[in-house]
Structures are given as structure tokens and as C-alpha cells.
């Protein structure tokens, strides 16, 4: 069976506080782009994970060999499996890529062996696996709030063109919330997004996106800060960091601006893709 396994972005995440859990409440507008994975999963008599990537690991570090023994944990099957990766999201990228191969490998093994979980089952379960998981489960454009886990999904249909531009050098989301200063957070408004967002109002759009991990970012990453000035200087409306980085996207109705940042961030940097928001 093959599956895609599409990447997320940011357009907005305000950092509400810190609960008496340590876990950081959010209010967050999250969206799925047109970059996935590609996964291809068959019957095997042991199983072994084969990805384009060198880097990747092969055992429970990798999200898609986590949700395989979680879930083999809770029903006990004996299937194993083939697993053939073409990784085309980054790591540490603000973008979701783990998040999203496991979200698509929990439907997956839920078709192919017919667990009967229910979208709550899978939610609940995806939630051990990682904060990001339940969304791209979902997979929709939405408000996100708590830890990940309260999701509201909404009517987005307002064509315009990201450029997604990452730096080499990745931001590990642990060490991003390590160091948050609640002194410098703007809190942005993520029901006013979610509302613009609606209305197709894109002038709203632009105004409302926000990221209140973005000058942690530039502090533990300073390329980043880099890029997003770049992307401004080029002609974009706005452009912003997604997640915990050090993925930036460019904004614009511009298709041209588009193409034409494209060919110049792809001299530049390993990694920029001309992508929009999907509905899936």
C-alpha cells in the first residue's frame, strides 16, 4: 500500500503559558501543504524500515517503527512489515514530518488489519506518539489548541502561494520551549486568523500571522532570522516562521514572486519548495 504522508505549517502559535504539567498551552492555526512523504508498507517476515535518508533511524526513534510497537502492544498482532520511505520533509524543520508518518502509518495498519479503531481511538493513540500527531491525523485546516489535542476544524478555500526556505541547521522543539522568554511573546490572535481565514480576507491573513517561538528561534539559530529578511526584501507580504523552525515561508498572491523566489532561495539553500494549503 502506498500513502502520502503530508507536511503542516504554522500560521499561527501563541504560547497561552505554562501548565503545572510543564506542558505549554497553545492556541495555534495549522494547516496541511502540498510536500509530503511517500511511504509504500507490505507484509514481510520481519520488520525493516528502508528510507532515502541515511540519517533516519531505523528503530523507535523513528515515528513510524513507534506507532508499529505501540500499536502492536495494544492488539497484538503478529504482522510485520516492509517499509520503504522517500523522505521529502525535512527534520527539524517546523514542518511535521515525523508527526505526519506517523499519523498516516496509524491509518494505514488500522486498514490493513483491520483494527476498527475509530477517529477517537486514533487521536487518543496518536497523542503518545507526539503533540503534533493528532492534527495530522485530522489533517485539515484548523484551530489548535492545549497541548495539540483540542482541534476545531474550519472552511478555508483562499488560494495563495507559500515558498518554504529552511535553513541547514534545525531547531529542536525541546530546546525551543527550553528557551522561551514569556517577557518577549506577542501572543498573536489565532481566533482572529482562523476568522480571516474564513472570510477569505488576506490583508487579514497577513496581519494576524504570528509565532511566539519565532525570536527564540533567531537567538538558537540566527540563519533564520536571515531568511525571513530575505523573503521580505524579495517581495513577499509577510513571511514567518513555522513551529519551532527553522523552516520560513513567504507569503504572496503572486505566483511570478513565487516561481522567481523559488529559482533564487534554491541557489542559496538546501531546501525551498513553492507549496500552498490543501484540503485534503
Do not use: W
Amino acid at each position: 500500500m502506498k500513502v502520502k504522508a503530508y507536511a503542516k505549517i504554522n500560521l499561527c502559535l501563541n504560547v497561552v503559558g505554562k501548565m503545572e504539567n510543564g506542558y505549554h498551552e497553545l492556541n495555534m492555526i495549522m494547516a496541511p501543504i502540498d510536500l509530503f512523504d511517500s511511504i509504500d508498507i507490505s507484509f514481510d517476515t520481519t520488520t525493516t524500515i528502508h528510507a532515502n535518508k541515511a540519517y533516519l533511524p531505523n528503530d523507535n526513534r523513528n515515528t513510524i517503527i513507534k506507532v508499529i510497537n505501540g500499536l502492536r502492544n495494544i492488539y497484538h498482532f503478529d504482522d510485520q512489515f516492509r517499509i520503504k520511505l522517500i523522505k521529502n520533509i525535512p527534520s527539524q524543520a517546523g514542518l511535521g514530518g515525523g508527526s505526519a508518518d506517523a499519523a498516516i502509518m496509524i491509518k494505514t495498519l488500522n486498514a490493513l488489519l483491520d483494527l476498527k479503531m475509530s477517529l477517537e481511538e486514533m487521536l487518543t493513540f496518536g497523542k503518545t506518539i507526539g503533540a503534533d500527531v493528532p492534527f495530522c491525523l485530522v489533517n485539515k485546516p484548523a484551530f489548535v489548541g492545549g497541548i495539540g489535542d483540542q482541534i476545531e476544524v474550519f472552511t478555508f478555500d483562499c488560494p495563495f502561494y507559500l515558498l518554504l526556505v529552511k535553513p541547514k541547521k534545525g531547531v529542536s522543539t525541546r530546546r525551543a520551549f527550553e528557551n522561551l522568554n514569556f517577557n518577549e511573546l506577542i501572543h498573536p490572535n489565532a481566533y482572529m486568523l482562523r476568522d480571516s481565514m474564513i472570510a477569505c480576507d488576506y490583508q487579514q491573513i497577513i496581519n494576524n500571522l504570528g509565532n511566539d517561538l519565532q525570536k527564540c528561534a533567531f537567538r538558537l539559530v540566527p540563519e533564520i532570522e536571515i531568511v525571513r529578511s530575505e523573503l521580505l526584501d524579495f517581495g513577499f507580504d509577510r513571511a514567518l516562521m513555522s513551529g519551532s523552525g527553522s523552516t520560513v515561508f513567504g507569503i504572496t498572491r503572486d505566483e511570478n514572486l513565487a516561481n522567481r523566489a523559488l529559482l533564487t532561495f534554491q541557489r542559496k539553500y538546501s531546501f525551498a519548495k513553492k507549496t500552498k494549503i490543501i484540503n485534503i
